[in-house]
């Protein structure tokens, strides 16, 4: 753990708050000092801003019980303070339940408080702009000996817990009548006090948020201070925008790519062209011309079998724009018209050869092969006498 910062809220917000950054490496006292009252607060924001903060609220104030439920699910927990009703003197409804850890057998530690002072300090820390990590009871905080009770000083509190009893917080003048039932817990050892170090350094050396119960839970969660909730979402919103700026440059290279290529496509369509008509010098649109030079090829040979055939493909290859001809050739002895095409997917094929099929063609589908962008397919189209 690396240094945190301690703050000790008193009973009342009138009533002086004591604070401590304490280093548990090397078990010292990095700096500590005293609040008048809690509207002094946001004197600590700065060390609450670069340390983790932990705040703690007098045992006094709050009821560390235990509760069995039957399994770990949500229903079950919102049915603690019912479960825990003829234990309280007030109304459950004002009250608030805070859960811990899990023990064995479904055993969950609950510390209570009031609503209404649970949620005063949840606003006073958030308006001073304290982004504390947890709000514990003081002394159920305290790390624990299962064999014997410990008593912390505390200015003239004890602070005891260990052997089973979760905290309790007593005067020190009382001790001596609260001893003989407390040792019958355990043995009880008072830590010494030392006149030298600030008041919270003996709760800084035995602080163990893992074991404590945080009260800040739920609807009375603390949420960051603005200026922490910014610097936390700093490196997500710069590689959000990142992530932005890469997805577009993406995509502007993929629009190039596919630019170039359907350049590349419409050079080789009339490149086809020109090899099959070379008188024609302007080609504006290949496959409006196309048409009109199989009309006129129609006119001048209309009993010519490649001519018929590409008549009666014409109609297919307007319903299915999406199959192009990259290759076309006439083999006169099998009178069939060998095409090369050329789609986006293997279905279009399928689906263009049954429009050829259904102009009187017989149209039967050859290779196809799958490329990156595209896929190419040779078909066999002939008549059906």
Known sequence: MNEFLLVSLGPRPEAPVEWLVWNPDEARCVDAGRLAHADELPQLAQLARSHPCYALLPQEQVLVTEVRLPN?????????????EEQLCDDPALLH????????????????IARTLIESWRDRLRAASIPAKALFADAQSLRCDPERLIATPLGERLLINGAGLAGLALASAELASWRTLLERHGVLETLP?????????ALAARLSPEQAIDLLQGEYRLQDAPGTRLHQLRIPAVL???????????????????????????????????????EVRRIVDPRTQLEQRLDELRQRRQGSRFLRLLEKSVPAFRQHGAVRVIGMRYAEDSRQLELELQAPEQ???????????????RARLGQVQKHQQNTSAQMAVEGID
Do not use: M
């Open 72 to 84: 770990a699910s949500r229903a079950a927990r919102r049915a603690i303070p019912y479960q825990l």
């Open 347 to 361: 279905p279009a094929f399928e689906r263009f050869a049954a429009a050829l099929e259904q102009n009187g063609l």
């Open 193 to 201: 006090a030392a006149p030298d170090d600030p008041p919270l350094a």
């Open 97 to 112: 339940f805070a859960v811990g850890r899990p023990r064995a057998d479904h055993r969950y530690p609950v510390a209570i």
């Open 240 to 278: 959000g925008l990142l992530t932005l700026i890469l997805g577009f440059a993406a995509l502007g290279l993929e629009n190039h790519r596919l630019a170039r290529q359907k350049e590349a496509l419409d050079k080789q369509v009339v490149e086809l062209f020109r090899e099959a008509f070379p």
